[in-house]
């Protein structure tokens, strides 16, 4: 299996643009996570899907942010409009139960 | 909620030598998983080892073992004969088993391992 499949790896877009980023969950997996690391509040939860349905998306940060899951096989994650604060890595994980796996991410720099 | 604590930022150890990393959480569920990720300069989030709440015996995965006390509500992560790859980021990270819109992944601040050649 080719794993979780995020693109693009990098972004680097201007304040106030919309952005896409994109995730290829394994084959197989029911529970997509959207997640966002940065140096100063380490690794956070934004949202995950169960069976393309949303379950918990109290981690959005703000209405600038969604997610869509239209099948079983790509999410996204949404940005509009883009914030300098916004810039960080956002990582793409699926799973069944138990263990999650990871996407390679996604740096994310508004200028 | 349910919160991962690594109390170590940094360990340094001699590559083939021996390295513990702590984690501790805090949870009032009887039943979850808990979980070692490493993460190296490429950034990609890798599971190392998982345990279920459940189970007595610790896991093992290769040189990665885990020492899992329940009562003390410890995680911690033991790398025989350390590798100059096994330098990264390892995160603990903790999962509910009871879904409900709790699946995602409680993660601690990480532990920046450095081999020493």
């Given at each position: 299996d080719a794993g979780v499949i995020q693109s693009p790896r990098h972004e680097v877009t201007e304040m106030g643009q919309e952005v896409t980023l994109r995730c290829k969950p394994i084959s197989g997996h029911d529970y997509l996570?959207?997640?966002?690391?940065?140096?100063?509040?380490?690794?956070?939860?934004?949202?995950?899907?169960?069976?393309?349905?949303p379950i918990d998306d109290s981690g959005m940060p703000e209405d600038r942010f969604s997610a869509k899951m239209p099948n079983a096989s790509f999410s996204t994650l949404k940005i509009q409009p883009s914030e300098p604060r916004d810039s960080a890595v956002y990582f793409c994980a699926s799973s069944r139960q138990g263990g999650q796996y990871f996407g390679a991410g996604t740096r994310l720099s508004v200028l | 909620a349910q919160t991962v604590t690594q109390s170590q930022p940094e360990m340094s150890v001699q590559e083939a030598e021996t390295v513990t990393l702590s984690c501790t959480y805090d949870t009032s569920e009887s039943d979850y998983y808990l979980f070692w990720y490493k993460q190296p300069p490429s950034r990609q989030m890798i599971l190392v080892i998982r345990q279920e709440a459940y189970k007595q015996q610790n896991a093992t995965e290769n040189r990665f073992s885990?020492?899992?006390?329940?009562?003390?509500?410890?995680?911690?992560?033991?790398?025989?004969?350390?590798?100059?790859?096994?330098?990264?980021?390892?995160?603990?990270?903790y999962r509910s088993r009871h879904g409900g819109g709790a699946d995602g992944l409680t993660f601690g601040k990480g532990t920046h391992l450095i081999i020493q050649p």
């Open positions: 996570f959207w997640y966002r690391q940065t140096m100063m509040r380490g690794l956070e939860l934004l949202i995950y899907f169960n069976n393309n349905v | 885990v020492n899992f006390q329940k009562a003390a509500k410890s995680f911690s992560l033991k790398i025989s004969d350390s590798q100059l790859g096994d330098a990264a980021m390892y995160f603990c990270a």
